[in-house]
């Protein structure tokens, strides 16, 4: 029942529901996402998010629901054949390989997620074209160990652009960033959006979400409770309580 | 050779020894399970706890328990010094301990054993008391006094730990370090002193421990081999950090291998209880009464 | 890449010479029985590191398989009359598969838990070696070797000229993985699972595969010991020692570069064989005991992050 | 380590590095002789001295330490040659002994080998030294020579014939009326060893063997095994255990019982020999029919068996290890008095003519006369079973005087006669 008009969704979750034990996580979660749309994610703690993330990803298997993405159904698929297809994620705590150095942790990506059959010349050409867009370019031999908070949350960016995601998911990438850290992600996620590249973006700081977002779904105890374009969201009184209310 | 009177003697008996291997595993519990400590000189401290008794048993006659308690304040110190070494190697480097901290504690068992050599010799001790040698008669059913001072020890020394982490402040504090380092900062206290407090008690909890090991059965210098598997058998089936799952896992591990050895031989008891160990990992690897975040 | 593959080629090819020429020209017995030993030990570390190393997977099962290659020979000797190459190949078919056995049954587990399951593996195979009594079971084998093949003299120098064979071949693959997109993978996996698993990494796929090779080499590794100790036990197969001391070397030698285990395996099993026929005591243990402590303690990365540390931590890919 | 072992090691040891220098060049252990002419006789072997054999390799070094210091004082061999000792650790294992003989045969180029105590460890020298045409004086293992076939190798064991030891405590168990057996056997080499044979000798006596187990070396409570064991109701009990799990057998028995059907129980205990072991058990030793190879009764003292008695006690207590050291010591000195009269006899070291003169004579050792059958083993089993009677808890030195332990058989050596059933010997 799509609309002729309407492109076809990039992403397409349907009737996903996702539990732990007796505890619902997600119930019955439906949602369209066109190409190169940016999506905006938003709820209290504990509201489901991180958990929609990694039902997106594959990290978790999902009872009943489906994933389709670019028209395939990727459910029974794993994380890394999902990476491979294009839905590539950031961590809400980075999570780097700390024994490499930044370049390698991007090699990895590279090596296992590229779509072609490049050369190893190409695969560093890639690497440093992608580092120096997140301004990473001087720490492409730095052990990925030593890198600052800020300088992680963009190594995590990179690595991910490294696969040639169509989706991105960024879960929190500002968390515990100093406002102009923030703008400085927030210009990269706006940049890779100039470029085709489909995102959707955790936060909790509502200004990155309004000014980045076309539109923002709200989850709360594993539902949606709001969807529509970020100052409709910001308008309802269900959000406003669910935010005041925990 | 089938009968309902061995079937539930090896039942019987199979409980009294699981509770046995409950005590000796109970240490790792909290320093394993607790702590994430791949303790695996644990065995090593119960021989050397072992000995210990013995040395008081034969030299100042005290009887195995109360020396098995008489130790306890003194293998609380060491433990004590022990994390406090494993913490400067490992923990403070904010490096993971893993392999390493298994090749560290396999150095300290190898330093151990030879020690126990040097000092008492290659050749098996065992300890005497009034409870070794004597068995409960009930009927036709005889129980040997050992496996009923084990069963004993075993319950209070579980329910105790359980009470002590439930009740006490330091004990809350122990089970919150397992769980999030963060909110126990919040509580005021300092992870290092809890972590090494529980190592210390862990390593308390041995003294005890080797005192019914000797009592059960004889020790010598290398006895430890033959218990690095079994305890973190017990401890890992059980789930991490549970001091009444461990005592059950313990007991269903010996019930397991007293019925295979009297109803199938004895020669296929070891294979059993690992494949069951095994079995457990596979389907449900946080253990039978894990805690899994 | 391509001129430091020409100097490990050329140096793999000058080490056989050099023992191929050993065997045919030193008389004394005695190098080839202490360097068999050392030898087996490289190749048992190297072997090890492929999954314990790179993957970080701790298999504390390495006498599972040493002893499994080792009671496979004895096996195919005693049913068939086997010649050594073809126990070799059954012994590294056969631990592939037991490899491939252990990946899948520790597919779920991580950290100890895999290690502990080994552990377990161990006990289990032990049990029914035991319990074989085709194999001789609980009181042992003694098995007569065939007459030596040419140009070899001596069965031992034969066994020690096969060992130094597998040695190459079990650095050459550790090599190629660590300088392949496998090795990569492993390093990322064994770094963080999960973010190697959302980078595009097959996690669970590298895991199986290490396994394998790993599996695969230890095996192999074992079944000439067979014919070098013409006698097989469950309790000498089966020792512990095999498992602590491959790993010690391992991690005394350092883990992150191919090399290491090398090193780790000639230091320690050198000074193992050295202290047999000197201190000869419960010294012995003592040694490895003080060693393993103070390395893990001193020197965290081995003696191959020791090294990079006093180059000033600037190293190629080789 | 007691400083009398290892002073004269580290003699050798610094001989040891001046010879590995030139130790490229082959030299066969024959050729050797006239350069060693002048220097002592070196005798070279390996015993276990860490992992789970190293009690009884302790013992069995000093016994054979005594000797050596005995046939020094004496002015040593061919003329005034001392005898050295060349000892390595093999740590109980296999795999140890194939480079440490090699090292001895050709680096340290000893002049005559013993073996290490125990089956495993030899069981891989064994093709070894046949190939080499080599010597090799046997230490306590159980029919390592039956496959290889080497008409060089002489055990020091008392076994005799591979069934004569099962045979002789079935005897005893027909004797006093059993009509089956049971069989409880560890899962390691000697005890199924010991297993294997005791089930070829009941078949051919058609014994009905009604319970027949082996327990894993781990066993920690016999409590169930014993109970199963005693379901079935059997006349002779027949154990082939290790130390630790013989404890742990005689405490469930006493703990259990083993019900009044027993004639006789034990037989092959290892550990019922170890003063250590004897005095932990005390009163559960009693009624206990074990083989033993050597004990303080009156039939079994020979030329110079008190005397080094009196020497081994003094010296063990010293390097803390057996106080009684009956089972090895005496063996492992009676090992170097054998080699002492075939090299005083034959007058040279030659390997071949000390063999010859080994196989075809009875040798006269403090335990007793030994005469070797062509396999290298004991002519005629020398092996004791004796029962224990009067034991009381807590007291090593029981074991010293008589009647403590009395000899059933063999014959020759008896002291007194069987108390059965089992249940009425224990009182």
Known sequence: MTSSDAPAPLLRISALTKRFGGFTALSNVSVDIRPGERFGLIGPNGSGKTTLINCISGVFRTEPGTVLFGGEDVTPLQPHQRTRRGISRSFQIPRPFRSMTVAENLMVALDFAAHEHVSVGQRQDSMMSILTQMGLGSKANVSAASLSQVELRKMELARAMATHPKLLISDEAMAGLSSSEVDEVLDLLLSLAGRDITIIMIEHIMQAVMRFSERVMCLDAGRIIALGTPTEVMADRRVQEAYLGT | MFSLDLLLDAVVIGVLLGCFYGAVSLGLSVSFGLLDVPHVAHPAFLVLASYAVYFLNEHYAVDPLVAGLLITPVFFVFGLAAYRLYYETFEKRGSDAGVRGIAFFFGVAFIIEVLIILQFGVDQRSVTADYVGKAWRFGDFRIPYRLLVAFAVATVLTVLLTLYLSKTFMGRAIRAVAQDEVALRLMGADPLKVKQWAFGIATAVLGIAGALLIIVAPVDPILDRAYIGRTFCVVVMAGLGSMSGTLVAAIILGVAESIVLTLFGASWAPAISFAMLLGVLAVRPQGLFGRRS | ?????????????????????????????????????????????????????????????????????????????????????????????????????????????????????????????????????????????????????????????????????????????????????????????????????????????????????????????????????????????????????????????????????????????????????????????????????????????????????????KEGGA | MSKKVSKPRSISRRRLLATAGAALAATPLGVNLLRAQQGPIRIGMSMPQTGGLAGGGKASLLGIEIWRDDVNAKGGLLGGRKVELVVYDDKSSAAETPAIYSKLIDVDKVDLLFAPYATVPTAPIMPMVKQRGLLLMGNFSFQVNSKVGHDMWFNNAPWGPADSWASSFLDIGQKAGGKSMALLAADQEFAQNLAKTARE??????????????????????????????????????????????????????????????????????????????????????????????????????????????????????????????????FGYASGQMIEQAIGKVGSLDQKALAKYLRENTHKTIVGPIAFSADGERKETAVLQAQFRGVVDKNMEQFRSSGKQVILFPDSLKSGELVAPFEAARK
């Open chain 3, 1 to 313: 890449m391509t001129r430091n593959s020409m100097a490990f080629w050329t140096g793999a090819a000058v080490f056989l010479a050099a023992v191929f020429v050993m065997t045919q020209v030193v008389g004394n017995q005695y190098p080839f029985f202490a360097g068999y030993v050392i030898l087996q030990f490289i190749a048992l570390a190297v072997a090890w590191s492929i999954l314990g190393g790179y993957a970080g997977y701790v298999n504390f099962g390495t006498s599972a398989f040493y002893g499994v290659g080792v009671y496979s020979s004895v096996f195919l000797v005693k049913a068939f009359g086997a010649p050594l190459p073809l126990q070799i190949l059954a012994a590294a078919a056969i631990g592939a598969l037991m490899g491939l056995a252990l990946g899948v049954l520790t597919l779920r587990m991580q950290g100890i838990f895999f290690s502990i399951a080994t552990i377990a593996l161990t006990i289990i195979i032990e049990t029914a070696i035991t319990n074989w009594r085709y194999v001789g079971g609980a009181a042992g084998i003694q098995i007569q070797r065939p007459p030596v093949t040419a140009p070899f003299e001596n069965y031992v120098q034969m066994l020690f000229f096969v060992q130094a064979l597998l040695v190459v071949l079990a650095v050459a693959i550790s090599r190629y993985i660590q300088n392949s997109w496998i090795g990569r993978g492993l390093q990322a996996l064994r770094d963080d699972e999960l973010a190697a698993e959302c980078t595009g990494v097959p996690t669970l796929r590298l895991r199986l595969l290490a396994c394998v090779i790993s599996g695969a080499l230890l095996c192999a590794v074992g079944a000439p010991a067979a014919m070098y100790l013409q006698y097989a036990d469950p309790g000498s197969a089966f020792n512990l020692n095999y498992s602590v001391t491959t790993l010690a070397m391992s991690l005394i030698g350092g883990t992150a570069h191919w090399s290491g285990p090398i090193i780790g395996a000639i230091l320690l099993g050198t000074t193992q064989q050295l202290l047999t026929v000197t201190i000869s005591s419960e010294v012995n243990v003592l040694v490895l005991g003080l060693m393993l402590v103070l390395f893990v303690v001193g020197a965290p990365q081995g003696i191959i992050g020791l090294v990079g540390r006093l180059r000033g931590k």
């Open chain 4, 201 to 330: 000798v009941a078949a051919q006596r058609k014994l009905p063997v009604v319970f027949d187990q082996a327990y894993p070396p781990s066993t920690v409570e016999f409590s169930s095994i014993i109970r199963a064991l005693k379901a079935t109701k059997p006349d002779i009990v027949y154990v082939a255990s290790y130390p630790p799990d013989s404890t742990g057998i005689l405490r469930a028995v006493n703990e259990i019982g083993i019900g009044d059907s027993v004639k006789v129980f034990g037989g092959g205990m290892v550990g019922l020999q170890f003063g250590a072991v004897m005095e932990n058990m005390g009163s559960l030793l009693n009624g206990v029919v074990n083989y033993n190879t050597w004990l303080p009764e009156k039939s079994m003292y020979f030329d110079g068996t008190k005397e080094f008695f009196d020497k081994y006690t003094k010296r063990a207590v010293e390097a803390k290890i057996d106080p009684l050291g009956y089972y090895l010591a005496p």
